[in-house]
């Protein structure tokens, strides 16, 4: 069993959003990112197979991607095809978990 | 994209451990767990192929399983083989999130 604080490893920092790797195996890659108010995971995606969950464990911000931004906050629960344009900016402090599987 | 805000769907329940299915799609699955003090998810396995992330939203409890049971808290992402014996014991109310890849 693995185990990692992403409260205690995440930092944040005011240059850019940060990027934890939580963890990687052939079955999922978890991530963590933070992001101060005004920071942002630009809208990208992958023309490839799965699905990423996105988690909001503390704050508020603006799920991006669609033709209008969608609010999001702590214990938000997003899920989209990697295929599917998403993107995430933040209002107040983020902490964002992101699982992804398969990984890539 | 698909949107579920755990802190408002989830509820606790005094009579037991509530369940609420966030996900499931051939990628991954996801689920909400709240605990009462005391309550806990028996640890249990299955013998197939995969991986589990427990991560501890809200609340202290301790992760069972091993030989001795291991202090998790809000924060905490916790990854195991899907055969490898996994349990929770809450010892405050405590909101897991769960992602199984691939789904069961």
Known sequence: MKQVNVFEAGSFSDQSFTRL???????????NFNYRPGQQMPVHSHDIEGQVSLVILEGEGEFLGGPEPIPVKAG??????IAEPHGLRARTDVRLLVTIAPPI
Do not use: A, G, R
């Open 76 to 81: 938000d629960v997003l899920v989209c095809d």
């Open 21 to 31: 790797l939580v963890h990687d195996s052939p079955y999922m890659k978890i991530l």
